[in-house]
Each structure stands twice: as structure tokens, then as C-alpha cells.
């Protein structure tokens, strides 16, 4: 513990903030945590606690062997997590899943942030940027940041992506796409000379009928309702949801982001009617994006419904789509593989702010956050987590993994991981959830000697 050093401040009291705060603490440097509630309050929060959970109870599956969630989980309890460790502290029964009594969980994170003789908690807005006096800042503000705030960092780093409605699409694991039907090709076979090329995209094709059918399945799909503090911002035209483009008419999408215009089934040397573009959403390959899919239906209707595309019968989705009000910065454009602003070094961001999806990563990005500027107070370097890691898959994915061109809000999932090379007893590469068994024992050992130590005994 060292008094005497300058203290590192955080903006925003959620999950990220209090973990960063958390980390920061217990290596010995003091922090500030700044949040505005009660004091200026928020159209989701209902109390001014620490750490409130805003839209479910649930830290999703706790599996882990075969889930990138519950991975997390392990590999944050390792790392002494003050929300995984509160979180267990406060579970009620939800089966595999780790869901917990949102008001104790709260109270118990606050507390244990009030106690901690490192830690200050300041209730007040933090308008605008940073006094030039904090050296060294995380800004952890969520999905919900002040328009203070959120205008200060859009006139520092000149981005748009602020407090609009994220029009997320679908992603698909690569190899759950079936290639007997779909082909990869470009528009006109163009390359990297034209706006938009450079890139193939896998294709899956549809003729008239197979079109019609899940354009009426697309309409008649049960949709989810915007929350009220989502109803005020409008949709852009850019991104409308394609069920409500497919209400424009039946031939909308066909003329629109699932136009066959430039593509040529090899098979056939025919021009489907429409086609279902992929593009390739991480740098390791693994997972694709459905081109201009945003959408609002419920996730049981979009798998559903998405099946019934060509190609995709069998297909395994990472990531469901989704349209809804965020607040989070061009990541792999605008921060360093510390989470630093490049525009500005001596602030951090952690949480949803940084295109993470779902509280356990807005904690663990927290984590990450804490630790580095931790360090570096410390006259330290905490070098990042390996990528074979949950912890650092979802980092590397959100600072540099990720298309910036399209960059989206993504969840943790075992298509951010580097491939394994693992065999069965025949010398056959294991699929399925045999793979993500090995991925999770790697990523498990991996962590361990980034953390420099063995693993818990209760583990």
C-alpha cells in the first residue's frame, strides 16, 4: 500500500468501474471511483448503487468447459474478481446459468469498495473530459454515458459511433456454414482497387421461391419491443431492421442488402434471385457476418428463421442480432492493446463503452483495465493476456481483432479464440464440443501463467 502515490480515477460506478477499481486496490494504488448516480440520475438505473444490474439477473452459464461465458467466469475468479466473487456469494438457483439477487449483489460490491482504504467514491458528474490533472483516468460509463461526456470524447477522437441505436447483425461461425451450397466470391469478382472489395464474401443463394418463404417468415417472426428510454431515438435509414424493410414489399431486400447483383452461383452459372452475403468479421476467420441483418427479433425466431436460409441449415450463430440504444467508441480504431486512447494515453476505457456485449465482459474488460493502469503507477508493465485466453480473446478482439470498418458489440464466444490443433485417437482434428473442451483447458493453463501462479485449489 502506498499513500503517497498519485490515485487513478474512475468514471462511471458499474461492473466494469467497480472490478477496475477492485484490481486497482488490491495491487496497492489508490482510486477514485466518480459516480453521478443519485446525484444526476439515468433513464434504466433505479437505485444509486455500485454495480447495479440494469436488464437481467443472470451472468449467463457458468459452464466452463464448454461455454467462452462461463470460461470467463473461471479465468476472472482466478484473477480474484470482485464481481465473480460477489456474484457467487449471491446466486439463487438458475440452473447451469450464474444468476444472482441483484440487490444484495450491489449492496455487497459497494461495501466492499467503501471498506477498502484505497478506495474514495465520489458522487458527481464528471462533465466533459477529465481535469488535465488526472494523469491517469478509465473512463467506465456504459451503454448510458452523460451527453456531457459522450460529447467531449466525440470532439476528441472526431468518431460518430456515440449514444445512437447499435444496429447489431448476426455472426456465424465459419465452420458451421454449409459450403456444398454457398461459395465465396466478390461482387463482379473486383478486388481491393474499389470501394467495398478486397474481401470475399461467402455467398448463400436463394431462387424465387425459397425467397418468398422467408420473406413471409421474416414478417410473421415475434419481434422484441424497445425499452422506454430506447423509444425517443429514431432509427437511422442506414440501418432499418430488414423485417422492417421486408414490410416495404416483398422484392425490398432483393434490391436491397440481399441483391444478386455481380454473383454467379459456380455451380450453375446462374444469378440467384437473392443472396445472403457473409463477410469476414474477426482476423482469424472464424466467425462471419450476415451482411445488413440487423434486426429485432427475438432470438428464438431469428435462429429460426435464418435457417431457413441456403447454407445456413445447420448454422451455429456467435453472436444474435439486435437493435438498441449504446453508447461505445470505434475500439480497434481508437484504443492501444491497453485499452489507452491514442488521442489521448492518459485515459482508459473499460465496459460496454469499448464494444464489449453483456456484463461479464464489461467486468472483465474492468479487470483488464484496473491491472494495466495498476502497473503502470507502479512504474510496471502488465503485458496483455494471451489470445488463447477468454480474458484476452475478447480484449484482442475489441483493440485490434475486429473489422473497424464494421465494428459492433460483441460477446465473448470460442470464435475469437486461435485455432487448436488437437486430434482425436485417429489423428482427426476434434470438433464440436470435444474442441471447445481443449480450448477451455488451454485457456485455463494459459491464464495461469499470466497470472503467475498455479491454480485454486477449489478449482
Known sequence: MNLNLNPIHIIGGGLAGSEAAWQIARAGVPVVIHEMRPVRTTAAHKTGGLAELVCSNSFRSDDPDYNAVGLLHAEMRRAESLILKEADAHRVPAGSALAVDRDGFSVAVEKALT?????????????????????????????????????????????????????????????????????????????????GGGADYINCPMDKAQYEAFIAALRAAEKTEFKDWEKDTPYFEGCLPIEVMAERGVETLAHGPMKPVGLRDPRTNTRPH????????????????????????????????????????????????????????????????????????????????????????????????????????????QAPPPNTTALGAILGHITGGADATTFQPMNVNFGLFPEIDARDGKGRPIRGRDRKKALAERALADIDRWLGRTPLAAE
Open 115 to 195: 471498506a477498502h482504504p484505497l478506495v474514495t467514491i465520489s458522487r458527481a458528474e464528471v462533465a466533459g473530459l477529465p481535469p488535465e490533472g488526472w494523469d491517469s483516468v478509465i473512463v467506465a460509463t456504459g451503454p448510458l454515458t452523460s451527453p456531457a461526456l459522450s460529447e467531449a470524447v466525440r470532439g476528441l477522437t472526431g468518431m460518430d459511433a456515440l449514444a445512437f441505436f447499435d444496429a447489431i447483425a448476426p455472426i456465424v461461425h465459419r465452420e458451421s456454414v454449409n459450403m456444398d451450397v454457398a461459395w465465396f466470391q466478390s461482387r463482379y469478382d473486383k478486388g481491393a482497387e474499389v470501394e
Open 274 to 381: 437473392a443472396v445472403v452475403q457473409l463477410r469476414q468479421d474477426n482476423a482469424l476467420g472464424t466467425l462471419f457476418n450476415m451482411v445488413g441483418f440487423q434486426t429485432k427479433l427475438k432470438h428464438g425466431e431469428q435462429v429460426r428463421v435464418f435457417k431457413m436460409i441456403p447454407g445456413l441449415e445447420t448454422a451455429e450463430f456467435a453472436r444474435l442480432g439486435g437493435i438498441h440504444r449504446n453508447t461505445f467508441i470505434n475500439s480497434p480504431r481508437l484504443l492501444d492493446g491497453t485499452l489507452k486512447l491514442k488521442a489521448m494515453p492518459r485515459l482508459r476505457f473499460a465496459g460496454q463503452i469499448t464494444g464489449c456485449e453483456g456484463y461479464v465482459e464489461s467486468a472483465a474488460i474492468g479487470l483488464l483495465a484496473g491491472r494495466f493502469a495498476a502497473a503502470e503507477r507502479l512504474g510496471a508493465t
